[in-house]
């Protein structure tokens, strides 16, 4: 089972980016994935969440702009980011309580890097 975060990069204040985290591998459900995010000499926060039962949770700092969805036959979230802000450049990871063959697991993502220049 493999987690793939993917779809950062640059773009300009005000701009949209879509990041995706694919579950790969012998998946029986997707309990919950979350996204978080690393800011250079910051702790890790909480960015969305979405739970089986598709129950949403955002970041103050986020809502409004970033909308958490999921493609269940693709075991694919999307984080659907709007009008983004120099503050929200970071690496974005995407964490993972699956089902899996071996019973419920954690996964991270390797990290996607998104950067938003003013």
């Known amino acids: 089972v493999q987690l793939q975060a993917s779809g950062g990069g640059l773009v300009q204040a005000g701009g949209s980016l879509r990041l995706s985290c694919a579950a790969s591998?012998?998946?029986?459900?997707?309990?919950?994935i979350t996204w978080y995010r690393q800011a250079p000499g910051k702790q890790r926060e909480l960015v969305a969440l979405?739970?089986?039962?598709?129950?949403?949770n955002y970041a103050d700092s986020v809502k409004g702009r970033f909308t958490i969805s999921r493609d269940n036959a693709k075991n694919t979230v999307y984080l659907q980011m709007n009008s983004l802000k120099p503050e929200d450049t970071a690496v974005y990871y995407c964490?993972?309580?699956?089902?899996?063959?071996?019973?419920?697991?954690?996964?991270w993502g390797q990290g996607t890097l998104v950067t938003v220049s003013s």
């Open positions: 964490n993972a309580l699956l089902w899996v063959a071996t019973g419920t697991r954690d996964y």
């Open positions: 591998g012998t998946i029986f459900s997707i309990n919950r």
């Open positions: 979405i739970t089986s039962s598709s129950s949403i």
